[in-house]
């Protein structure tokens, strides 16, 4: 893993609440690629808490680009509370997305050195 002059591991959290369709594919998703294409970060993790789940689950286009991002590195995990009152856990499960109840694993990020972009 790359190390940056600090000697600090460089972690981006990004929080994708949005059911914003746009929002996603011209902010969040490239945002996130272009992050760790250019090793702008070390880690990059996109968290989808909220309506965004039922957005992704629900949008084919999205999920190519989700898989596209995954193979690449990026890391993504889902609110589970969430993903099961829209009914979407398993959708998201078998995309490769991680579900779990987030509110403890965010709290430590936002407690930790990672960085968080909330869209």
């Not at 002059?5 to 490239?30: C, I, Q, Y």
């Not at 998201?92 to 987030?102: A, R, W």
Request: overall charge neutral; some cysteine; hydrophobic content about 45%.
């Amino acid at each position: 893993m790359k190390e940056y002059p600090n000697g600090k591991l460089e972690k981006l959290a990004v929080l994708w609440t949005s059911h914003d369709r746009e929002v996603a594919l011209k902010m969040v998703f490239m945002y996130t690629r272009n992050a760790n294409k250019n090793d702008w970060w070390v880690v990059v993790r996109i968290i989808i808490w909220g309506p965004s789940a039922k957005l992704l689950a629900n949008d084919e286009e999205l999920q190519v680009y989700v898989k596209e991002m995954m193979a690449n590195g990026i890391e993504f995990v889902a609110c589970k509370g969430c993903a099961d009152i829209y009914g979407v856990s398993d959708s998201l499960t078998s995309l490769g997305v991680e579900v779990l109840y987030i509110g403890e694993p965010f709290t430590k990020i936002l407690k930790s050195d990672w960085k968080v972009l909330t869209i």
